[in-house]
């Protein structure tokens, strides 16, 4: 069923209330109600499902790993192909198999475009969409399990937002930071505008506030996240602007920008790259889908083969030791061998270290759906492993280029008796914690020399003193 208004008022009391028992019984030195949460898809998600976290410590739940026993399980769902849906499925089958009486909230982006699929599976009790995603506690009310799923799916609003954070909550080393929601490209294929909405900016203000929180909490490093970031807009302010805002905030000393779409990027950005100085890091994440001219048409992208090539080429000489990877998109309607040939050497020849493949996966709704010329899921998968192999191979002659060389490394928590973390570039790196005996090198920068490679990392030493 579909929550109206006057259930909502309900629902927030019931919230309220909820809180208030909470926090009498972890007073009364009673066991706090537990709750878990597990995310699907992309960084976005990662960040409002820290969010959420932080929303669940603050109403006295104690938040345990995923697959502990639990009281309250929010599942944070993805819907961009069909292989996403049947994980967030199987998901929510297990937590409810393994807590019968368990209350089960899923959300997101698969809630929002595949409620009956979802409303068939019994034992879910909410159904919320991305409209209500982070105010997900207002509606789980004294969790008690409902006989049918209430369903909160309201329409996406197009008003720029604010985010309701909370700022005493522990914190990850590297920060993800939500500036930007929703897209107005509607490329063929793609599900998201269903799912998140039209472009909308996070209002600056509100932005700035919770990255001055992370800052005096210790991060080091935010990543700004979004579905389409470039096409920031608020007040006046672009991205560069949210750049420059975040670069004069005491204690951040760097910025990552994700995924972020080609024709969107101003052209202030590279200078701040190629500073050493600025905060702002040598990395692009830059979508291509496809290296063939005519998939891209198909596929509605806003700029054609030799339009991103250039401005690639210009990217990478323009910015000393940038990171370039991409996203491929393998298997679209009436992609043919010669055609995907052509997408491997476009990527092969291009100044990439690397690139994200995904399958072509239908989703009801979009143009690409409709089209009959759908290429057999066989052929989609042997092809997207050939490109894959070759994405390691130009990744291993990425790094190969770092061999003995000496960068700083911004470290994290660590994991076992190694410290990982990543250079300027991206390049992630490994530490053995006995290279500095004694110190706690978590949240720590140091200039480590990179003597090997393993897998996707590197592995580090301390520079010799007298080569310091």
């Given at each position: 069923?579909?929550?109206?208004?006057?259930d909502s008022?309900?629902a927030?009391?019931g919230?309220?209330?909820a809180?208030?028992?909470?926090?009498?019984?972890a007073?009364a030195?009673l066991?706090?109600?537990?709750?878990?949460?597990?995310t699907?898809?992309?960084?976005?998600?990662?960040y409002?499902?820290?969010?959420?976290?932080?929303k669940?410590?603050a109403?006295?739940?104690?938040?345990?790993e995923?697959?502990?026993?639990a009281?309250l399980?929010?599942?944070?769902?993805?819907t961009?192909t069909?292989?996403?849906?049947?994980?967030?499925r199987?998901i929510?089958?297990?937590?409810?198999?393994a807590?019968?009486?368990?209350?089960?909230?899923v959300?997101g982006c698969?809630?929002?475009?595949?409620?009956?699929a979802?409303?068939?599976?019994p034992?879910?009790?909410?159904?919320v969409?991305?409209?209500?995603?982070?105010?997900?506690?207002?509606?789980?009310?004294?969790?008690?399990?409902?006989?049918?799923?209430?369903?909160?799916?309201?329409?996406?609003s197009?008003?720029?937002f604010?985010?309701?954070?909370?700022?005493?909550?522990?914190f990850?080393?590297?920060?993800?930071?939500k500036?930007?929601d929703?897209?107005?490209?509607?490329?063929?294929?793609?599900?998201?505008?269903?799912?998140?909405?039209r472009?909308?900016?996070?209002?600056?203000?509100?932005l700035l506030?919770?990255?001055r929180s992370?800052a005096?909490?210790?991060?080091?490093?935010?990543?700004?996240?979004?579905?389409?970031?470039g096409t920031?807009?608020?007040?006046?302010t672009?991205?560069l602007?949210?750049v420059?805002?975040?670069?004069?905030i005491?204690g951040?000393d760097?910025?990552?920008?994700?995924s972020i779409?080609?024709?969107?990027i101003p052209?202030?950005i590279?200078?701040?790259m190629?500073?050493?100085?600025?905060?702002?890091?040598?990395?692009?994440?830059?979508p291509?889908?496809s290296g063939?001219?005519r998939?891209?048409?198909?596929?509605?992208?806003?700029y054609t083969?030799?339009?991103?090539?250039?401005?690639?080429?210009?990217i990478?000489s323009r910015v000393?030791?940038?990171?370039?990877?991409?996203?491929?998109?393998?298997?679209?309607?009436?992609?043919?061998?010669?055609?995907?040939?052509?997408?491997c050497?476009?990527?092969?020849n291009?100044?990439f270290?690397y690139c994200h493949?995904f399958?072509?996966?239908?989703r009801?709704?979009?143009?690409a759906?409709r089209r009959?010329?759908?290429?057999?899921?066989?052929?989609?998968?042997r092809?997207?492993?050939?490109?894959?192999?070759?994405?390691?191979?130009?990744?291993?002659?990425f790094?190969?280029r770092?061999?003995?060389?000496d960068v700083?490394?911004l470290?994290?928590?660590?994991?076992?008796?190694t410290f990982p973390?990543y250079t300027?570039?991206?390049l992630?790196v490994?530490?053995p914690a006995?290279?500095?005996p004694?110190?706690?090198?978590?949240n720590?920068?140091r200039?480590?020399?990179?003597?090997s490679?393993?897998g996707d990392a590197f592995?580090a030493?301390?520079i010799p003193?007298f080569?310091?």
């Amino acid at each position: 069923m579909l929550r109206n208004s006057q259930d909502s008022s309900a629902a927030l009391k019931g919230v309220s209330a909820a809180t208030a028992n909470s926090e009498n019984v972890a007073h009364a030195g009673l066991p706090a109600r537990r709750a878990c949460i597990f995310t699907l898809g992309c960084r976005l998600n990662q960040y409002e499902t820290e969010v959420l976290r932080d929303k669940l410590a603050a109403a006295g739940y104690r938040v345990v790993e995923w697959g502990e026993p639990a009281d309250l399980a929010i599942i944070n769902t993805c819907t961009v192909t069909g292989l996403a849906e049947a994980k967030c499925r199987q998901i929510i089958r297990g937590f409810i198999k393994a807590n019968p009486q368990g209350f089960c909230a899923v959300v997101g982006c698969y809630s929002q475009t595949g409620t009956p699929a979802l409303a068939r599976i019994p034992g879910i009790d909410l159904i919320v969409g991305n409209q209500d995603k982070l105010n997900v506690l207002d509606y789980v009310g004294d969790g008690t399990k409902n006989a049918v799923p209430v369903i909160v799916r309201e329409k996406i609003s197009r008003e720029d937002f604010s985010v309701s954070f909370v700022g005493e909550m522990p914190f990850n080393k590297r920060a993800n930071i939500k500036v930007q929601d929703g897209c107005n490209f509607m490329c063929s294929y793609c599900i998201i505008p269903f799912a998140r909405g039209r472009a909308r900016s996070r209002e600056l203000g509100n932005l700035l506030d919770e990255a001055r929180s992370l800052a005096s909490r210790g991060v080091r490093e935010l990543v700004l996240t979004g579905v389409n970031i470039g096409t920031y807009d608020n007040a006046g302010t672009d991205i560069l602007g949210v750049v420059d805002a975040l670069a004069a905030i005491p204690g951040i000393d760097r910025i990552r920008i994700g995924s972020i779409e080609p024709k969107t990027i101003p052209d202030g950005i590279f200078d701040r790259m190629s500073d050493p100085a600025h905060p702002l890091m040598p990395f692009l994440h830059l979508p291509i889908q496809s290296g063939c001219e005519r998939i891209l048409r198909d596929m509605h992208r806003h700029y054609t083969l030799t339009e991103y090539l250039e401005f690639v080429e210009q990217i990478a000489s323009r910015v000393p030791d940038i990171c370039i990877g991409t996203d491929i998109m393998i298997g679209f309607p009436g992609e043919t061998d010669e055609e995907f040939a052509e997408t491997c050497a476009t990527f092969m020849n291009g100044p990439f270290a690397y690139c994200h493949v995904f399958t072509y996966s239908e989703r009801a709704g979009t143009p690409a759906a409709r089209r009959p010329d759908r290429v057999p899921v066989p052929v989609r998968q042997r092809r997207s492993a050939a490109l894959r192999a070759l994405s390691s191979q130009k990744r291993r002659a990425f790094m190969e280029r770092y061999l003995g060389k000496d960068v700083e490394v911004l470290f994290e928590n660590p994991a076992g008796d190694t410290f990982p973390g990543y250079t300027r570039n991206y390049l992630r790196v490994i530490l053995p914690a006995s290279e500095f005996p004694g110190e706690a090198l978590a949240n720590q920068m140091r200039t480590v020399r990179l003597i090997s490679v393993a897998g996707d990392a590197f592995y580090a030493t301390r520079i010799p003193e007298f080569h310091r």
